[in-house]
């Protein structure tokens, strides 16, 4: 299984739930840190990193000396990554999505492919716990081709817990493609509700299923706790504003180590988010078969 954890806007609580839920969970769980631009869970996870690999990204590189300036490549580009400009052609990398068509469809084979570096994934663990990580490039401008090598890096017999970037754009949605739910973190506060709303409505449009869990429970107001019923979003654990909370993450420390009583809570949160993935799968299973 493969569960996202997600939130409209940054500072939720997200990682806090991410690394405390895989600590919970222990022997067979990977957890995947895709906030590729500004990772943390290794702050307070602390795995061992074994080994490093530098990723790279296919981008066109032209061969003057065949290129008839036909433009076709241009044409195709729907992300203006390359120009025809007299008896030039002008490559933008950072603009490149690394789809390929402008090599297939150039009828003079001027066109082949290098590699433009993206960042580096980390390898770790922490006692049976995988762990793997992105950090992306300095002055690299797209995430998500970075997010989907994490991804793709995983190992498919683990309990994936995936720790997806904040917000609602491109970088997100890679991080939840394909997964079995959606984990929402937020807080009851007037931006938190306003990107939750945001978040919920891209998962809505994914089709995968989601819950909730509202952070700093006790403080704001009641708005995010009517728009979770109204929208038929179940809230799967609340975690109070507590000193003693703020306390242990403000050293790097996991709650469920410093809070045993916590570790149970984590426990139940898994349990919950298994019967609803386990529903829906089977819902699907007779849906199919009608």
Request: hydrophobic content about 40%.
């Amino acid at each position: 299984m493969i569960i996202s954890i997600a939130s409209g806007k940054g500072g939720t609580g997200k990682t806090t739930v991410s690394t405390n839920l895989a600590f919970a969970l222990g022997k067979g769980v990977e957890l995947l840190d895709c906030d590729v631009e500004e990772p943390n869970a290794h702050l307070f996870l602390k795995p061992e990193i074994t080994r490093s690999e530098k990723v790279e990204t296919p981008i066109p590189l032209v061969d003057i000396s065949k290129c008839t300036f036909c433009k076709k490549c241009q044409e195709i580009c729907r992300f203006n990554a390359l120009a025809v400009v007299g008896d030039q052609v002008m490559v933008f990398p950072e603009l490149c999505h690394s789809c390929g068509g402008c090599m297939l469809v150039c009828p003079e084979g001027a066109i082949s492919e290098i590699g433009r570096e993206l960042g580096t994934i980390n390898f770790g663990h922490r006692d049976q716990i995988g762990f793997i990580n992105g950090v992306m490039r300095v002055g690299e401008a797209m995430s998500p081709p970075l997010i989907k090598q994490v991804r793709a890096a995983s190992d498919p017999e683990r309990f994936t817990i995936i720790d997806a970037p904040p917000g609602t754009s491109c970088p997100v949605i890679a991080a939840m493609l394909d997964t079995d739910f959606v984990l929402l973190v937020t807080e009851p506060t007037p931006f938190g509700l306003h990107d939750l709303k945001l978040a919920a409505e891209a998962v809505k449009v994914l089709g995968i299923p989601a819950g909730l869990v509202i952070n700093r429970a006790d403080l704001g107001n009641e708005a995010v706790f009517r728009y979770a019923e109204v929208e038929n979003i179940p809230i799967l654990m609340t975690i109070p504003f507590d000193r003693r909370i703020a306390e242990v993450y403000s050293r790097g420390k996991l709650i469920v180590e410093e809070m045993p009583e916590w570790r149970e809570r984590f426990v139940e949160l898994f349990s919950k988010i298994e019967t609803i993935v386990n529903r829906s799968k089977a819902q699907l299973c007779a849906n199919s078969s009608l």
